[in-house]
């Protein structure tokens, strides 16, 4: 029963484009011999993960570990860097998707709809994290993250991201409220 209700849960594969992300993300700090050798050590048979392909959730956490040591720092600030770096990447993938008139505040409302929707809709095997975007005043929203993967460092990162992709960094303040590897994570973004 274990066993065949892990299988069953989609949230054990990702997508490969965020295992392509993490190749570049390693790959820009080190070098490919350097993804190589994280491989091996993970003790990962396959050399690439094909774009359009799904693997397994453990396989990416497996090599996260290896790599936020290597970095020497604690995997969840890995996250949030892995998280930013993905931004330009997943906005040029998914750029029919964008309005030109968004900035950081409206790519945030409208991620869950129009962008996880994308990816939702392009490729019926995955399932993003479910995001819930509440407004409060004009210049504050709450996003409520769930996901059984636990991965709240890579939406603080994504959202840091966005906000210099938009070239707003310097109005806008991301504070994550709980416990970094809780499956429900609350997440204040406020707008100067
Ligand atoms: C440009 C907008 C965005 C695009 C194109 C995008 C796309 C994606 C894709 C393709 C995945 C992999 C899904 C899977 O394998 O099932 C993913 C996962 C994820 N997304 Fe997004 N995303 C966007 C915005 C956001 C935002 C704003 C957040 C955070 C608030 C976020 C948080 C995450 C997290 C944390 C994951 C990892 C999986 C998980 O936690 O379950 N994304 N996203």
Redesign the pocket.
Known sequence: MGIVSKKMNK?N???G??FVMLRKFVESNYDYSTWMDLLKKVGVERTSYPMHG?YPTDELFAIVHEVAEKMEIPVYDFMEKF?EFM?PD??E??KDYLDPAWCTYE??IY?EEK??G??KSQDKR????K?LVTKQGEKRLI?N?T?K?R??G??VG??RG?ARYYQESDKVTVIRLSQPAAEKVQ?LVDFE
């Open positions: 949230q594969l990702m997508h484009s965020i799904m998280g931004v997943l906005i993938m998914y790519m945030l991620t962008m996880h994308a990816v995955t399932s993003p994290p995001l996003i993250y996901s993967r991965m709240s890579v939406a994504i959202i966005i997440i």
